[in-house]
Antibody, heavy 127, light 110 residues
Framework: EVQLVESGGGLVKPGGSLRLSCAAS????????MNWVRQAPGQGLEWVAS????????YYADSAKVRFIISRDNAKNSLILQMDSLRAEDTGIYYC????????????????????WGQGTLVTVSS | QSVLTQPPSASGTPGQRVTISCSGS????????VNWYQQRPGTAPKLLIY???QWPSGVPDRFSGSRSGTSASLAISGLQSEDEANYYC???????????FGTGTKVTVL
């Protein structure tokens, strides 16, 4: 059974940092691209970042560029989102998702979908 | 247009058919596949339709998707109370090199 379990959320002051983790199990993590999606309170879904299976390719939403870094540790079946210079508008639930794209070569995010989602971790940026 | 526009709400009685539209542009829906996600209250989103009109395992065929030009749509036939949820379309945008989600549609079963 595919499982994605996020952790690392919490309350942080504006300008602070947080490191989110996603523990994956039940599938061959190292062969799948992965993503982060967030949802502000009472709002819709917003894509944050994507990473290919071997970390060769990364993509970021404009809101995440420069401040966030997506990475992965295939040996530990773990997806990471390092978030710096946090702002109030970064508040929300952060979901880890598995990409349908599987493979070690090129990554085609325009052809994929998010077939599994974690339950999310809540990030609150407030003074 | 770096946004996918959906109607904020839709409703129907049990058994009825409901359709949700998703309007984009040539750089997103006009060029790439559309996926649909369902999010029931208090839960994580779930994949509902992928590659415009394909069903993941376990999704009933009461749900169907289509894409034409720069628009896509999701139809729910035989509406059931369990279909009350928010629905989001999503497509990659070649201009911004990122994934766009639709604005979301809340479906209410009357």
């Amino acid at each position: 059974e595919v499982q994605l379990v996020e952790s690392g959320g919490g309350l942080v002051k504006p300008g602070g940092s947080l490191r989110l983790s996603c523990a994956a199990s039940g599938f061959s993590f190292s062969t799948y691209s992965m993503n982060w999606v967030r949802q502000a309170p009472g709002q819709g879904l917003e894509w944050v970042a994507s990473i290919s299976s071997s970390s060769t390719y990364t993509y970021y939403a404009d809101s995440a560029k420069v401040r966030f870094i997506i990475s992965r540790d295939n040996a530990k079946n773990s997806l990471i989102l390092q978030m710096d210079s946090l702002r109030a508008e970064d508040t929300g639930i952060y979901y880890c998702t598995r990409d349908s794209f599987q493979g070690s070569g090129n990554y085609f995010p325009d052809q994929s979908h998010y077939d599994y989602w974690g339950q999310g971790t809540l990030v609150t940026v407030s003074s | 247009q770096s946004v996918l526009t959906q109607p904020p709400s839709a409703s129907g009685t049990p058994g009825q058919r409901v359709t949700i539209s998703c309007s984009g542009s040539s750089s997103n829906i006009g060029s790439n596949i559309v996926n649909w996600y369902q999010q029931r209250p208090g839960t994580a989103p779930k994949l509902l339709i992928y590659s415009d009109n394909q069903w993941p395992s376990g999704v009933p065929d009461r749900f169907s998707g289509s894409r034409s030009g720069t628009s896509a749509s999701l139809a729910i036939s035989g509406l059931q109370s369990e279909d009350e949820a928010n629905y989001y379309c999503a497509a990659w945008d070649d201009s911004v090199h990122g994934l766009l989600f639709g604005t979301g549609t809340k479906v209410t079963v009357l």
